[in-house]
């Protein structure tokens, strides 16, 4: 037996030693493998880039389904895999604020594509003066860092994404451009259904109560209003008058739909519903992350989805 039929016997007998010489897989078996290292920040994104990565692409998730990258801190084998990766996708505008340290401390020496890079932000829950129009207690005029919760600002997203890829891999760059324009199709067609879900409710019926602040593109896109006690991160701490100032608010002005997010305590909304009266919606919602995969928002177009029919579900049922 030569050399090379005893390494492949080892292999077959379960002990996984890897590629050890380019030269013995054929032409087939090479294309085959991802041509591209690729780490995303989060769930939501690694789904993203994984539809215009495609099978090209190997994409590593920092902060998986249900995970809060408000507050992540990287393990050892991840921030392996960021300084092995070719490609960091992040989202910018002040959502992972672990990224930069992360990157200088790993060496990373590839690419960082921050996929909210020509984006006009909006602002925390701050009104015209600057102040807090809430009253959570956060900082207002803070940039708001969850642009994906408008889909048009997505497609910002997908573009910024194969034009990382193509820099990375001049040679799929056709692909990834080709997966790219399928995909804005999709979302051209879940906004259209975003849209038309709401169209059916009066605006004054369209009030929300959520954990923390991660809804204000939605809102300024589809005409929700959404009020929470805590601001754009979950780090933030949800004051005792930030608190008692919603309960007056929803009480004054009938809101009925109260829920709580997949990331955030519960404990918070569960007080809020004590005080007003108000019984949390038994389906959450995913702000910051995806749900676990084979379930309903295991994908963006899929929690997008679902977010829009679990609001107009339960204001209907008012």
Not at 202 to 223: E, N
Not at 296 to 317: C, F, H, K, P, Q
Request: charged residues 20%.
């Amino acid at each position: 037996m030569t050399s090379v039929q005893k390494v492949l016997s080892r292999t077959v007998s379960g002990v996984t030693l890897g590629v050890l010489v380019a030269g013995w897989l054929t032409p087939v078996q090479a294309a085959e493998l991802p041509a591209v290292k690729a780490v995303a920040s989060f769930s939501i994104l690694g789904d993203v880039v994984r539809r215009v990565g495609g099978e090209r692409v190997a994409v590593a998730v920092l902060v998986g389904p249900g995970g809060d990258a408000h507050v992540f801190q990287p393990k050892p084998a991840q921030a392996k895999q960021v300084g092995q990766a070719q490609v960091v996708f992040s989202n910018g505008l002040g959502f992972e604020g672990w990224i930069s340290r992360l990157l200088k401390t790993t060496q990373f020496k590839g690419q960082h594509v921050v996929v909210s890079q020509g984006i006009q932000p909006l602002k925390g829950a701050g009104d015209a003066h600057g102040h807090d129009k809430h009253g959570h207690g956060h900082k207002a005029g803070a940039a708001d860092p969850h642009a994906w919760q408008n889909v048009a600002n997505v497609r910002t997203y997908v573009a910024n994404i194969a034009q990382g890829l193509c820099a990375a891999d001049a040679t799929g760059c056709d692909g990834y451009r080709r997966n790219a324009s399928a995909y804005t199709q999709e979302l051209q067609q879940l906004e259209q259904d975003i849209r038309s879900a709401w169209e059916a409710i009066p605006a004054p019926q369209r009030l929300v109560i959520t954990s923390h602040d991660a809804f204000g593109y939605y809102a300024d896109t589809y005409g929700v209003r959404f009020l929470s006690p805590q601001g754009v991160s979950t780090e933030s701490e949800a004051s005792a008058q930030g608190v008692a100032r919603l309960v007056r608010q929803i009480k004054k002005e009938g809101a009925k739909a109260l829920f709580v997010e997949s990331i955030s305590d519960p404990r918070l909304i569960e007080q809020i519903a004590r005080e007003t009266g108000l019984r949390p919606a038994k389906e959450g919602l995913y702000s910051d992350s995806l749900s676990a995969p084979g379930t309903e928002a295991d994908s963006y177009i899929g929690m997008m989805r679902y977010n829009t029919r679990v609001l107009t579900s339960a204001i209907r049922a008012q």
